[in-house]
T-cell receptor, first 114, second 114 residues
Framework: AQSVAQPEDQVNVAEGNPLTVKCTYS??????LFWYVQYPNRGLQFLLK??????LVKGSYGFEAEFNKSQTSFHLKKPSALVSDSALYFC????????????FGAGTRLTVKP | DGGITQSPKYLFRKEGQNVTLSCEQN?????MYWYRQDPGQGLRLIYY???????QKGDIAEGYSVSREKKESFPLTVTSAQKNPTAFYLC?????????????FGPGTRLTVT
């Protein structure tokens, strides 16, 4: 079965600095990979996804993610962090051979300090 | 959260009572999902439905029940058999239950059982 790991519970960055939120995955087939963001007491909002093609995926609010098949990673990045980026970020994976099942990571709390 | 509504936002119940959480979507999506979110555990799938009048158990279906009588609606009942019902419940939908479709989430219902 597919799984996803977010190795950092918490990431702290200063406003204006680049940010990275890490995600690694495990699938038996080819992965469909997703990033979501959650603000306090709200539902999750879709940021971006990787299906196939270019390994660098661009999404909402200036976020991007790089798919690395050899390292089975899909790290979320942003060149210049904003205080308003502070939120809980979830990585998710679906195996193209087991389409019914999407697995979410435990989440990484990003704090951007002014 | 656009297109998916969950009500109520906060719900309080006494132990031993069944309670039904509402989820409605106007996105014309075929697939709908219920997740439970607990601190530090990410999202865990309770039930999902790919089409009307059909639904499947997720990882933690015990103590929960659902129905899918209309495409737009996927209510979740938390029964008295659920041993630890206090949690944040999220409903989601997607164009299809398979493949590369991202999920769209409602704002969530926070259930507290005392």
């Amino acid at each position: 079965a597919q799984s996803v790991a977010q190795p950092e519970d918490q990431v702290n960055v200063a406003e204006g600095n680049p940010l990275t939120v890490k995600c690694t995955y495990s699938v038996s087939g080819n992965p469909y990979l997703f990033w979501y963001v959650q603000y306090p007491n709200r539902g999750l909002q879709f940021l971006l996804k990787y299906i196939t093609g270019d390994n660098l995926v661009k999404g909402s609010y200036g976020f991007e993610a790089e798919f690395n098949k050899s390292q089975t990673s899909f790290h979320l990045k942003k060149p210049s962090a904003l205080v308003s980026d502070s939120a809980l970020y979830f990585c998710a994976v679906r195996d193209d051979g087991n389409n019914n099942d999407m697995r979410f990571g435990a989440g990484t709390r990003l704090t951007v300090k002014p | 959260d656009g297109g998916i509504t969950q009500s109520p936002k906060y719900l309080f119940r006494k132990e031993g009572q069944n309670v039904t959480l509402s989820c409605e979507q106007n996105l014309n999506h075929d697939a709908m999902y219920w997740y439970r979110q607990d601190p530090g555990q990410g999202l865990r799938l309770i039930y999902y439905s790919q089409i009307v009048n059909d639904f499947q158990k997720g990882d933690i279906a015990e103590g929960y029940s659902v129905s899918r009588e209309k495409k737009e609606s996927f209510p979740l009942t938390v029964t008295s058999a659920q041993k630890n019902p206090t949690a944040f419940y999220l409903c989601a939908s997607s164009r299809g239950g398979m493949g590369s479709y991202e999920q769209y989430f409602g704002p969530g219902t926070r259930l507290t059982v005392t």
